[in-house]
Nanobody
Framework: QVQLAESGGGLVQAGASLRLSCAAS????????MGWFRQAPGKDREFAAT????????YYADSVKGRFTISRDNAKNLVYLQMNSLKPEDTAVYYC????????????????????WGQGTQVTVSS
């Protein structure tokens, strides 16, 4: 069982930066691939970024590639999403998610592939 708690959201102007954090409970954090998703009002939950259990491999949605960076600290049970050059269309509730991943497994991008979810943190970007 893993519990996830996001933090770091807020209201910023376009062009600003934010860093989201996700704290995970449990002693097996390094066994999980982690992902960040987002959901805007009236829209489906959308993949943003994912990172493998070691922190070496990452993958991004085209909409955030080059602006967002996912990283993790397995010693602290934390995963981060550094968001730069924010745009109004980045406004959404951001969720972190965890998937138990055997060594060598791929990077999951579908929400249905993830086992655990946080409660989300609101990011609002004004124009």
């Amino acid at each position: 069982q893993v519990q996830l708690a996001e933090s770091g959201g807020g209201l910023v102007q376009a062009g600003a930066s934010l860093r989201l954090s996700c704290a995970a409970s449990g002693r097996t954090f390094s066994s999980y691939a982690m992902g960040w998703f987002r959901q805007a009002p009236g829209k489906d939950r959308e993949f943003a970024a994912t990172i493998d259990r070691s922190g070496i491999a990452t993958y991004y949605a085209d909409s955030v590639k080059g602006r967002f960076t996912i990283s993790r600290d397995n010693a602290k049970n934390l995963v981060y999403l550094q968001m730069n050059s924010l745009k109004p269309e980045d406004t959404a509730v951001y969720y972190c998610a965890a998937r138990l991943s055997p060594v060598g497994s791929g990077l999951p991008i579908l929400p249905t592939r993830y086992d655990y979810w946080g409660q989300g943190t609101q990011v609002t970007v004004s124009s």
